[in-house]
């Protein structure tokens, strides 16, 4: 029962940094758009990003 818990633990522990890790590479990838684009090609490069963010949720489930 002991390792369950630890098990449990753990992956809920790295699952919350792995949440971090890739909210901080939006967060850059947006900061990139920023500096890289004009404003009409900033919208485009926006959506890109948030739609890899969906399907590598949607690849982890």
Known sequence: M???L???IASA???GCI????DAYDSRARHQC???TR???RGACYDRIE??????????E
Not at 51 to 60: I, K, L, Y
Request: no cysteine; hydrophobic share 30%.
């Open 39 to 41: 404003g009409a090609e």
């Open 2 to 4: 002991r390792r369950f």
């Open 51 to 60: 739609q890899n963010r969906r399907e590598h949720r949607s690849e982890a």
């Open 13 to 15: 522990t790295l699952g």
């Open 6 to 8: 630890l098990a449990l």
């Open 19 to 22: 949440s971090m890790f890739e």
């Open 34 to 36: 920023d500096q890289t």
